[in-house]
Structure formats: structure tokens, C-alpha cells
């Protein structure tokens, strides 16, 4: 009997092309980014439109955006485990007919009540199709361009907002706020039937349960060069295939890294998912017609995506010299100048809410930095969690994250029902942008001390090999 051969799936996916499976896997994730970051802002886009319709203030919506926030934790804490033990394919395939059906149904809504149901039940898919959607992407993407492959990912859903905020501007004056949720309701239908057909498993998942030939099949497509025949076993860079996922969060000198990173995803989904549910109405409130309002909140969205795509090419163009020289990882830089970034500009855009150009500018900058550095620290929680716990690590911290996705919207309300204006909320978010730049700072500061242990224990144990 021929002799079993060890591959390592890492080293096979680092060292081949980018194959025709990937391609066609990555894209499709890609697709369902776009669609997610769509749906999950519909709402916001949709307020202004609700409010005079059902003759209700703008501020009692508040709590139709924090619930449904709120499924969204349930959403990324429930379907990150099921994920890493049932496989990132199904549950993308299910949580995308969830939030899909769902959305459909919200424009058939005839209540505030019956609204908040589906668009709870909505966010519970909304919330457990992102962070497989990464841990997929990460997972077929090569390390010379993993950074940048899934900051493409995470920016498709800036990328969803932005199309969405286009789609709500010319559809609801034309055909009311229903139309947006039909067509957030069956385009990701559509796309959810093509990744039924062509959305592969993970090949890495399934060599970490056990399943060598189904990842040997996966495997041949990527590298058929590399003669993957015969009997096979495959090595993961974390093949423990762990019974508590979310006990790998805190092992391995993880436990301190999982809180920082739970910190900033707070912070993080607090001031985004604020701007997401008040930026139209803030606006409106400021003077801005409503489709002008609409359309400023959508360039927020494109200018994350630039954000997120421009500190993915950073990371992966940069980032291994830099820490080969510096004993960091460039990517806790680059976020952290991004959320600065995003800072001073939610200042500015509070100086110039009046004026139409220069808020369409600022606003836009201010996705760079937020929205673009929020693609930052996902790529950097997918690096921090072996494939036994990755998609349990991103659900998680995505899950506790929303926390903030909860706060924010709940805030902007009272903010709004306590009588004040759209420049003093504004100003207020610089508070929490502030401490996220210093949470981020502090998992850098840890990050340069691991890196510098490490090179010490390797020093160490090279010197009393020579004595010996």
C-alpha cells in the first residue's frame, strides 16, 4: 500500500495561481456583500419617506433600528459557531434566503409593529451571512493577496449601501418606500440561487472535520499541477478541530487581543450604524432636500469602499517589509490613521451641513476613514483566529460589535427627541472615534511585544543549540 502523503493546504493555496474555483468563489461572496451592505442600510434610506407616510416622528423609529441592529448580534453570534461546525457554505446559502425573504416582506408591511418583526428576523440573516462571507474569502485567498481580497469583500457591502442609497433616491420618490425592500428582497434571491450552484466548501474547513476527500476534490482545482491523487491527508494552519470554538477566542494568549478587538468593533458599529440610520434624516433636518440627503449618505458608502480597498492594497503591498523592520503589523497603523482620518472630518461636516458640495466631500471622507478602517479591523480579527475558529472569531467579534450597532441608533434617537441639532450630534461622535484610535493603538503595542517575544525565544534557543 502506497504511503499516506501530508499536504499542507496553506503552503498549496499560497503557492499556486489564483485558480478559476477561487475566482468564482471570492466573486460570488463578493456578490453577496454587495446585496447584505444593501439591505442592512434600506431602512435608513427609507425613514424619511415612513415618517410622512405613517404620520409618526422620525425619532420614534429609533427603536425599529435598534432591534433590528440588535437581531443582527443574534445573527453574527449564532451562525459563527454553526458555521465552524457545519461549514461556511450552508450557512451563507441559509442566512441569505433569510434576510432576502424577509426584506421582500417589509414592503408589504402596514404597520410600525409588524415592520419591526421582519426587519428583525431579517437581521438575524443579515447578521450571520458576513462573517462567513470573510472567513470564506479569507480562506480561498492566497497570503500575498489575502488582505486585499477581503478588504474587496468587506468594501462590496460599502459598495451595497452606496448602489442602495442611488436606488433609494430615484425609486421612492417615484415608487414609495416599498419598492427599495421588493428590490432588497428578490435580487439577493437571485444571486443566492447562483451560489447554490457555484459557491464551493471551504477546502480548509473541511480538512480541519476530517473530510480529506471532499477537500482533496477542492484541492486538485485550485493546484492541479501539485498531483493531488491517491490517499491524501491534508494539514490546516490550526487542524485542531476544537469542541469549543469560542474557548479558542481566549487561549493561546488570545484573551486580551479578543477584548481590545471586541472594544473597537464596538465603538466601531456605534458611530457607523448611527451615521447608517440618522445621516438622512440629519441632514433633512439641516436644510438638504431629501433625495440631496439620500445621496450624501450613499457617498458615505463609496467612500468606504475606497477606504477599505485602499488599506487592504496597504497592508498587503507594505505590510511585510514593515514588519519585517519594525516588528508590527502595518495594518493597526493604517486603521488607526483612518479612523483619525474619519475624526476630523465628522468635525467638519458639522461645520458645512448647509452647504450641499462640501458636505457631499466630507461626508464621503468620513466613509473613507470609518467605513474603510471598520474593513481594517475584520481583516485583522480574521489574521488573529486559526480556520478551527475563524468564522466563530469574526461572528463574534461582528456579534459583540453590534452591541454598538445597537447604542448608535438608540442614541442618535434620544439625541434627536432631546431637541438637539444636527451640529452638536455630529461633533459628539468624535468621542468614540477617539477611543477606538486608542484601543487600536494598544492591540498594535501588543502586537510589536508578541513579535519581539518570539524573535527572543527563537534567539534564545538558537544560542544554547550552538552551546551544545
Not at 443579515?126 to 485567498?141: D, K, Q, W
Not at 475563524?390 to 467579534?397: D, K, N, V
Not at 484601543?439 to 518570539?454: I, M
Amino acid at each position: 500500500m502506497a504511503p499516506t502523503r501530508e499536504v499542507d493546504i496553506s503552503q498549496l493555496i499560497d503557492a499556486a495561481p489564483v485558480s478559476a474555483l477561487q475566482k468564482r468563489a471570492i466573486a460570488l461572496c463578493l456578490a453577496l456583500a454587495i446585496l447584505d451592505g444593501m439591505d442592512a442600510q434600506l431602512i435608513g434610506f427609507a425613514i424619511p419617506a415612513l415618517s410622512e407616510d405613517w404620520g409618526l416622528s422620525k425619532a420614534s423609529f429609533g427603536l425599529l433600528l435598534a432591534l433590528s441592529s440588535g437581531a443582527m448580534v443574534v445573527g453574527s453570534l449564532l451562525f459563527g459557531p454553526v458555521a465552524d461546525r457545519w461549514g461556511r457554505r450552508r450557512v451563507i446559502l441559509l442566512c441569505t434566503v433569510l434576510f432576502a425573504v424577509f426584506t421582500l416582506a417589509s414592503a408589504f408591511a402596514p404597520s410600525m409593529g409588524v415592520l419591526i418583526v421582519l426587519r428583525i428576523l431579517a437581521g438575524i440573516g443579515l447578521g450571520g451571512v458576513t462573517p462567513n462571507l470573510i472567513a470564506l474569502t479569507s480562506e480561498y485567498s492566497p497570503a500575498r493577496s489575502r488582505s486585499t481580497l477581503v478588504t474587496i469583500v468587506v468594501a462590496g457591502m460599502s459598495l451595497g449601501g452606496f448602489l442602495g442609497g442611488l436606488a433609494a433616491a430615484q425609486l421612492i420618490p417615484a415608487y414609495g418606500w416599498q419598492s427599495i425592500f421588493v428590490a432588497g428582497g428578490v435580487l439577493p434571491l437571485i444571486v443566492a440561487a447562483l451560489a447554490w450552484a457555484g459557491l464551493p466548501e471551504s477546502g480548509k474547513f473541511l480538512a480541519s472535520r476530517g473530510d480529506h476527500s471532499g477537500a482533496a476534490k477542492i484541492l486538485s482545482a485550485i493546484a492541479p499541477q501539485a498531483g493531488i491523487t491517491g490517499s491524501v491527508t491534508f494539514t490546516v494552519d490550526a487542524a485542531v478541530a476544537t469542541k469549543s470554538p469560542i474557548r479558542e477566542l481566549f487561549a493561546g494568549g488570545r484573551a486580551l487581543d479578543t477584548v481590545l478587538l471586541w472594544v473597537v468593533f464596538v465603538i466601531n458599529f456605534l458611530v457607523i450604524y448611527f451615521l447608517f440610520g440618522w445621516m438622512p434624516s440629519l441632514f433633512s433636518q439641516a436644510g438638504q432636500s431629501p433625495a440631496h440627503a439620500i445621496l450624501a449618505a450613499a457617498l458615505f458608502n463609496l467612500g468606504g469602499m475606497a477606504g477599505a480597498l485602499s488599506i487592504g492594497w496597504i497592508t498587503d503591498r507594505v505590510g511585510t517589509a514593515w514588519r519585517r523592520s519594525r516588528g508590527a503589523d502595518a495594518a493597526y497603523a493604517v486603521v488607526m490613521a483612518g479612523y483619525t482620518l474619519g475624526a476630523l472630518f465628522i468635525g467638519v461636516v458639522a461645520m458645512f451641513l448647509a452647504n450641499s458640495t462640501l458636505l457631499l466631500i466630507t461626508i464621503c471622507i468620513v466613509g473613507f476613514g470609518m467605513s474603510g478602517s471598520s474593513a481594517g479591523i475584520i481583516a485583522i480579527a480574521a489574521s488573529i483566529y486559526p480556520v478551527a475558529a475563524r468564522s466563530t472569531g469574526i461572528g463574534w467579534a461582528m456579534g459583540i460589535g453590534r452591541i454598538g450597532s445597537i447604542a448608535g441608533p438608540t442614541l442618535g434617537a434620544a439625541l434627536i427627541a432631546a431637541g438637539m441639532d444636527a451640529r452638536t450630534i455630529f461633533l459628539l461622535m468624535i468621542v468614540p472615534t477617539a477611543v477606538a484610535v486608542l484601543t487600536l493603538g494598544a492591540l498594535f503595542a501588543r502586537e510589536r511585544l508578541r513579535v519581539r517575544t518570539v524573535a527572543g525565544a527563537a534567539e534564545s534557543t538558537a544560542v544554547t543549540a550552538e552551546a551544545h
